[in-house]
């Protein structure tokens, strides 16, 4: 809503005053009165005022640490400070993150409804080890900034409504062992920069809106242990470099739109596969059961909705959801 243009309180007082006035109200109401008039919006909306409303109220909030937060899915012991930082103008997200968060190693607000948007300030916070916004209400894109948090061993931003691209600066988070970004509205292609993580061994980045192909950089991943990428709209074919992740125990490409034969030389080589969903994709020729055949880890693979042939071959104790040769999903276990 746009501020009103006249009021009794437009001219009468110099802009200090207003300033000195306001900054005795909690910053979390203070939008509420940059609608009075444009003088006070103005005065109330600058860097200046920001710093000092804030600096009044800073210090008589609890100091923001991992023990402030019980478990996962339940309603964290926050301000409304806390809440309104993510909506808030740039100047008071900066200020906020520089006098209140500074210090802090574990961000972790999941299931508090949230709204607004990940704040560009975030890249502040270098201290943090674990950011975990899970299940919220945020909205917008992830800020190149995240890039800024090089200690970070675990992002968990899943659960939103965050749009854009993954940013490539995504790839500077070297400690990430652990990095969800699933249940978004995130597009574009899963940027080559995420070669550089090479501690991860989870990435979760299923049922978005990705698109192109897998990076052939994912390879460098050796050490990822869970890896989905399902419900997208990945095009392509499966890289080759796959099979260097010999650690994987879960693998999922399900429902994209990769195409291609499945790669020889590859899944043979994942001897530790557990779990891998390939159904739904636009996958050709023949099915190299010989490579399968060879996981003995391999529980559970499934490959229908695709355009396979010679689906039918038995994999001894593994269960296998098939495809017939033309691609109908039937509900038949060879076992």
Same mark, same amino acid.
């Given at each position: 809503?746009?501020?009103?243009?006249?009021?009794?309180?437009?001219?009468? #007082?110099?802009?200090?005053?207003?300033?000195?006035?306001?900054?005795?109200?909690?910053?979390?109401?203070?939008?509420?009165?940059?609608?009075?008039?444009?003088?006070?919006?103005?005065? /109330?909306?600058?860097?200046?005022?920001?710093?000092?409303? /804030?600096?009044?109220?800073?210090?008589?909030?609890?100091?923001?640490?991992?023990?402030?937060?019980?478990? $996962?899915?339940?309603?964290?012991?926050?301000? @409304?400070?806390?809440? &309104?930082?993510?909506?808030?103008?740039?100047?008071?997200?900066?200020?906020?993150?520089?006098?209140?968060?500074?210090?802090?190693?574990?961000?972790?607000?999941?299931?508090?409804?949230?709204? =607004?948007?990940?704040?560009?300030?975030?890249?502040?916070?270098?201290? /943090?080890?674990?950011?975990?916004?899970?299940?919220?209400?945020?909205?917008? %894109?992830?800020? &190149?900034?995240? +890039?800024?948090?090089?200690? $970070?061993?675990?992002?968990?931003?899943?659960?939103?409504?965050?749009?854009? =691209?993954?940013?490539?600066?995504?790839?500077? #988070?070297?400690?990430?062992?652990?990095?969800?970004?699933?249940?978004?509205?995130?597009?574009?292609?899963?940027?080559?920069?995420?070669?550089?993580?090479?501690? #991860?061994?989870?990435?979760? $980045?299923?049922?978005?809106?990705?698109?192109?192909?897998?990076?052939?950089?994912?390879?460098?991943?050796? *050490?990822? /242990?869970?890896?989905?990428?399902?419900?997208?709209?990945?095009?392509?074919?499966?890289? @080759?470099?796959?099979?260097?992740?010999?650690?994987?125990?879960?693998? +999922?490409?399900?429902?994209?739109?990769?195409?291609?034969?499945?790669?020889?030389?590859?899944?043979?080589?994942?001897?530790? #596969?557990?779990?891998? =969903?390939?159904?739904?994709? @636009?996958?050709?020729? *023949?099915?190299?059961?010989?490579?399968?055949?060879?996981?003995?880890?391999?529980?559970?693979?499934?490959?229908?909705?695709?355009?396979?042939?010679?689906?039918?071959?038995?994999? +001894?104790? %593994?269960? %296998?959801?098939?495809?017939? %040769?033309?691609?109908?999903?039937?509900?038949?276990?060879?076992?």
């Amino acid at each position: 809503m746009s501020p009103v243009t006249q009021s009794p309180f437009q001219f009468q #007082l110099p802009p200090e005053l207003t300033c000195l006035i306001f900054s005795f109200i909690n910053p979390s109401l203070v939008h509420k009165y940059q609608r009075l008039c444009k003088h006070i919006y103005a005065c /109330l909306s600058g860097q200046h005022f920001a710093f000092m409303n /804030l600096s009044r109220f800073i210090g008589t909030i609890t100091p923001f640490t991992q023990s402030s937060f019980p478990a $996962l899915r339940r309603k964290t012991n926050i301000t @409304e400070m806390d809440r &309104a930082w993510w909506s808030w103008n740039e100047h008071y997200q900066y200020f906020y993150a520089t006098l209140r968060l500074q210090s802090t190693k574990h961000l972790e607000l999941p299931y508090n409804n949230l709204v =607004g948007s990940i704040p560009v300030s975030i890249g502040a916070l270098t201290n /943090l080890t674990s950011l975990n916004l899970q299940n919220n209400c945020l909205r917008g %894109v992830i800020p &190149a900034s995240i +890039g800024c948090l090089v200690n $970070l061993y675990d992002l968990n931003l899943s659960g939103n409504n965050l749009q854009g =691209g993954i940013p490539l600066e995504i790839g500077c #988070l070297v400690n990430l062992t652990s990095l969800n970004l699933s249940a978004n509205e995130l597009g574009g292609y899963i940027p080559l920069s995420i070669g550089y993580l090479s501690r #991860l061994r989870t990435l979760v $980045l299923n049922r978005n809106q990705l698109t192109g192909p897998i990076p052939w950089t994912i390879g460098y991943c050796r *050490d990822i /242990l869970f890896l989905s990428l399902g419900e997208n709209k990945l095009t392509g074919e499966i890289p @080759e470099t796959l099979g260097c992740l010999t650690k994987l125990n879960v693998l +999922g490409l399900d429902r994209n739109r990769l195409n291609g034969r499945i790669p020889l030389g590859v899944f043979g080589r994942l001897v530790n #596969l557990q779990y891998c =969903g390939l159904e739904g994709n @636009e996958l050709k020729g *023949d099915v190299p059961w010989h490579e399968f055949s060879s996981l003995k880890s391999l529980a559970i693979i499934y490959l229908g909705g695709n355009r396979l042939r010679n689906c039918d071959m038995p994999l +001894g104790k %593994v269960g %296998v959801k098939l495809n017939t %040769v033309h691609g109908s999903l039937t509900n038949r276990w060879c076992n």
